[in-house]
């Protein structure tokens, strides 16, 4: 089992920046980011693999974010850029050892989430 904890939410104005930190312990071999707005599913944002560090990203996220890794502080990093409102969720992070790292069912830990707002 990994322990998850996110961290770095806040609100934040259109075309601001933020950046989430996730720690993690335990053994894995993908460390995804997700979020979740109100009403909606939760949606697969990126994921670094803990090894290569190779990453993916959601098409709309792209040249925005940035998902990096600290594997000596076993830190995660989402480095959002040009933020807009649809952005605005609860965002997680998750732990798995699948190659399908884009299904959150195929996930098999999670942080509590941290609320990123949007607004002007």
């Known amino acids: 089992q990994v322990a998850l904890v996110e961290t770095g939410g806040g609100l934040v104005q259109p075309g601001g920046s933020l950046r989430l930190s996730c720690v993690a312990s335990g053994r894995f071999h993908n460390l995804g980011w997700f979020r979740q707005a109100p009403g909606k599913e939760r949606e697969f944002v990126a994921v670094i693999e803990w090894g290569t560090g190779g990453t993916d990203y959601v098409d709309s996220v792209k040249g925005r974010f940035t998902i990096s890794r600290d594997v000596a502080k076993k830190t995660a990093y989402l480095q959002m850029d040009s933020l807009n409102v649809e952005d605005t969720a609860l965002y997680y992070c998750?732990?798995?050892?699948?190659?399908?790292?884009?299904?959150?069912?195929?996930?098999?830990?999670w942080g509590q989430g941290t609320q990123v707002t949007v607004s002007s």
């Open positions: 998750g732990t798995t050892n699948s190659g399908f790292y884009s299904l959150p069912d195929e996930y098999d830990d």
